[in-house]
């Protein structure tokens, strides 16, 4: 059977979404092929929390103001200037209108917390978190009459000189051929898809920590580039922090992010520190720790606290293992006693006095250490102990499709006449590596609607 | 589930919720939550009688079922919460025996009660008779000396559930969190403000939820007419009262009066409201709740439903022959009604009352 629409979207998140909204207000007719099940629908978007977004001043949501300069310039302070300058000037021209357009759609926010959340300045939080957002944009869709297929899964694109004519769907185990005018592909990157991750990583990949949805195989990602789409981005980069080791292999989500880094000394193996644990703040830090683990033998960390800090972070979903001594924690967590107990013993004695403020780069830190604790460096002294394991988690992969200013695929040297990119699969156009909270939503906020709106020009 | 299943999992729910804390601004369950960081009973049932039961963390939850984390909070503090009813009634076995079987038990007592009204009616040597006068069935003496008994009763067993889980709920919060925070005043105020207006059914600016994408405001106008109807129907009773003792004008009253006319409203709004919320409940998405609330809240509303059918009937029909047996229905669901609530649905309110006035007490 063939199915004929104005406008197909590929995906089922906050940029496929974004756009089939988009496409369905210009007039056309908009249908979304969702990979996963109904329960699972919204990709990694069910996993967020807030956007990131450019503000002149206070509002309901946002407190001070967040200009496009600084956010520019945040953006580029993590991504090393790698990055298409154009295109990260227009997603944070245009970060200013997502907000009021989420709510348009039935999305809402959070009262801005002030002064208890420092993310409340730039970031927008979404109220029940990211899975409600896309509960309301599937309500509006319903509303709006656009078509939704869940559990369809896009095995072939048909594409005539880079532009787009009928993509092969499976839907129900049944193949399906949509033809269209236009498609946007707003599928993800490939982080779930473990033998990809292994061409780029190596064995390594065995250990990695999914922590979003397990639908993101990037079957299409890998379509387009075959077809000649031009890639963006490394095969390795991706969004990675570290996770309690304990999480499920997919889908854990949140819960299982780990705050107490830098708080606490981070030992391998062997029983060896191997990075600065309190290098930078920890909202600056926490998405260098996925790489920082993954480098590790057997891509594996403990992170070592003790009775003074125990309470000062965000508690995991998993319990610590606690013992009244650091050789009998290193024992509980299969470590060697010895080697913990005298890395410990040489951290302890280079710590400097210092006034402990969390909130700040304090000067706490380590003197004549290799690698050094910059800053929140306390003695680990006080039992009980706790230890929580670590493994690195992959948020999403940075490879991708690079696009023009419309959301066109770039494909065989030229924008696509009808074929659009979104969200995270074209993310790497504006960001490579690192992460600042919150951009992936605004990435797939801003192309998204970009998309739509150019598809429903292109379909017309 | 026994009560040890429901502390531990209740307990490990949390333990997720509070690692995510997503559903932070929908209602002061999140927040109170995030002042712990272990679960036991007693916090559990403080955080239980926050809740409202509006959804919105359900549908919105990243790990609900099928999820192999299967997180449902609605559904968890639903359990949680009738056995806390069972937990602090007193004397606790009335509780655990009414719980049993609940409608069934409530339609037995006003059966039986019906029975010993027309006993009693006919041990008074006084025929069935038309005229609108009920203490020609049941004398005035023999009615206030019976219902004033279980009245008197029911106040003070609600009273001693109330302060145990008081007494239980400041303990987990003040033991709770780190930093034990200054009380704030005007606390009482704001719980009777909040909880009367069941702000929290729709704090997040929806309305309450009945599936995932439904928000509409039935449940909300369907137990403020429930409230409100049995606030006027006790007015009515003591505006009676006072009539009677003190200025001595013995009813029937005229249907112009102040007490028929409260009752009547109250008990039209009574009807409508348990009409609407039996529906209400019953095409909701059954994930929110838990199956242990069905027999608390039907008896309940079945028994408001009768106790407000058979007065209005009676204020109709009282001139006609069969005014005797509908006193004696009227009086036997009022009884049966009475004697139950302290085992029964109605104390939610004073729970929720206490559990908000804690959290408003202590900022959390």
Avoid at chain 1, 390 to 395: F, H
Wanted: glycine letters at 10%.
């Amino acid at each position: 059977m063939t199915l004929d629409y104005d406008v197909a979207v590929f995906g089922g998140g906050n940029a496929a979404l974004c756009a089939a909204l988009t496409a369905c207000e210009a007039g056309r007719r908009v249908v979304v092929v969702e990979r996963a099940p109904r329960h699972m629908r919204g990709g990694n978007s069910r996993h967020t929390r807030n956007l990131r977004c450019a503000h002149g001043g206070p509002t309901a949501v946002l407190t001070g103001a967040y200009e496009v300069d600084e956010f520019l310039a945040d953006l580029h302070r993590v991504n090393g200037g790698e990055s298409d300058a154009a295109l990260s000037r227009l997603l944070i021209h245009r970060s200013r209108e997502c907000a009021g357009w989420m709510e348009r759609h039935g999305g809402r926010f959070q009262a801005a917390l002030r002064g208890t959340l420092h993310l409340s300045r730039t970031n927008a939080f979404f109220l029940g978190g990211g899975k409600a957002l896309m509960n309301a944009y599937y309500a509006a869709a319903a509303r709006q009459g656009i078509d939704v297929l869940y559990d369809a899964e896009v095995v072939g694109l048909d594409l005539e000189g880079g532009a787009f004519r009928a993509a092969t769907i499976v839907v129900g185990g049944e193949r399906r051929v949509v033809l269209a005018r236009a498609a946007v592909v707003a599928t993800g990157g490939f982080e779930s898809n473990l033998e990809w991750l292994r061409e780029a990583w190596g064995d390594a990949a065995d250990q990695f920590i999914v922590r979003g949805t397990p639908y993101n195989t990037g079957t299409p990602l890998r379509l387009l580039l075959d077809a000649g789409a031009v890639p963006v981005g490394d095969p390795r980069g991706c969004h990675a922090i570290a996770v309690d080791a304990r999480a499920p292999r997919f889908d854990g989500g949140i819960v299982t992010r780990l705050d107490c880094i830098p708080l606490g000394v981070v030992v391998n193996q062997h029983g060896e520190r191997f990075a600065d644990e309190g290098e930078d703040l920890w909202p600056r830090r926490y998405a260098s720790w996925g790489a920082l683990v993954a480098g590790q033998p057997g891509q594996q960390a403990y992170c070592l606290v003790d009775a003074k800090t125990h309470r000062l972070f965000m508690p995991s979903v998993f319990p610590p293992v606690a013992a009244p001594s650091i050789r009998e924690l290193a024992t509980a967590l299969e470590l060697p006693p010895d080697r913990v107990a005298a890395t410990v013993e040489r951290f302890n004695a280079s710590v400097r006095p210092g006034t402990f403020d969390l909130e700040t780069l304090d000067g706490c830190r380590t003197e004549g250490l290799s690698p050094p604790k910059s800053h929140w460096a306390q003695r680990l002294d006080t039992p009980p102990f706790w230890g929580y394991p670590l493994r690195p988690g992959i948020t999403f992969t940075y490879l991708g499709v690079t696009v023009d200013d419309t959301a066109r695929v770039v494909i065989g040297g030229a924008p696509s006449r009808n074929l659009f990119a979104a969200g995270e699969v074209m993310a790497g156009n504006v960001l490579r590596r690192g992460y600042l909270a919150g951009i992936g939503m605004t990435i797939g906020t801003v192309f998204g609607r970009l998309a739509g709106t150019h598809a429903a020009d292109a379909a017309g | 589930m026994p009560l040890d299943d429901l502390t531990a999992n209740g307990a490990r729910t949390l333990t997720v919720c509070n690692a995510c804390r997503y559903c932070e601004q929908y209602c002061p369950v999140f927040p109170a939550m995030e002042e712990r960081r272990e679960f036991a009973r007693v916090d559990l049932a403080y955080l239980a009688n926050l809740c409202h039961n509006c959804g919105e963390c359900l549908y919105a939850c990243q790990y609900a079922p099928p999820h192999e984390f299967g997180i449902n909070v609605p559904r968890t503090l639903a359990g949680i919460r009738v056995a806390s009813y069972e937990d602090y009634a007193w004397p606790r076995p009335l509780a655990v025996m009414f719980r049993a079987h609940s409608l069934l038990t409530a339609l037995m007592l006003v059966a039986v009660f019906s029975g010993l009204m027309l006993l009693l009616a006919r041990s008074t040597g006084l025929p069935v008779q038309p005229g609108g006068d009920f203490y020609a069935i049941v004398p005035h003496g023999t009615m206030v000396a019976l219902f004033g008994g279980v009245f008197a009763f029911v106040v003070l067993a609600i009273v001693v559930g109330v302060a145990r889980f008081v007494r239980d709920a400041r303990a987990a919060g003040e033991s709770g969190g780190a930093k034990a925070p200054p009380l704030r005043t005007g606390a009482a105020w704001r719980a009777l403000r909040d909880g009367i207006r069941l702000r929290h059914l729709h704090t997040s600016g929806a309305d309450c939820a009945s599936s995932e994408e439904d928000r509409r405001p039935w449940r909300r106008w369907w137990h403020h007419l429930v409230l409100w109807g049995f606030l006027l129907c006790f007015a009515s009773t003591s505006v009676a009262a006072v009539y009677h003792s003190v200025f001595g004008w013995i009813a029937p009253y005229a249907y112009s009066s102040l007490p028929v006319v409260l009752g009547s409203l109250g008990g039209v709004m009574l009807l409508a409201g348990c009409a609407g919320l039996w529906v209400v409940r019953a095409r909701r998405d059954q994930a929110l709740g838990d199956p242990a609330q069905d027999g608390l809240d039907r008896s309940f509303l079945a028994l408001l439903f009768v106790t407000s059918l058979t007065g209005l009937a009676l204020l109709v029909l009282r001139d006609s022959v069969v005014m005797g047996r509908l006193l004696a229905l009227h009086l036997a669901a009022v009884l049966a009604l009475f004697i139950t609530l302290p085992y029964g649905k109605f104390v939610h309110g004073f729970y929720r009352l206490a559990a908000l006035w804690v959290y408003e007490r202590q900022g959390s």
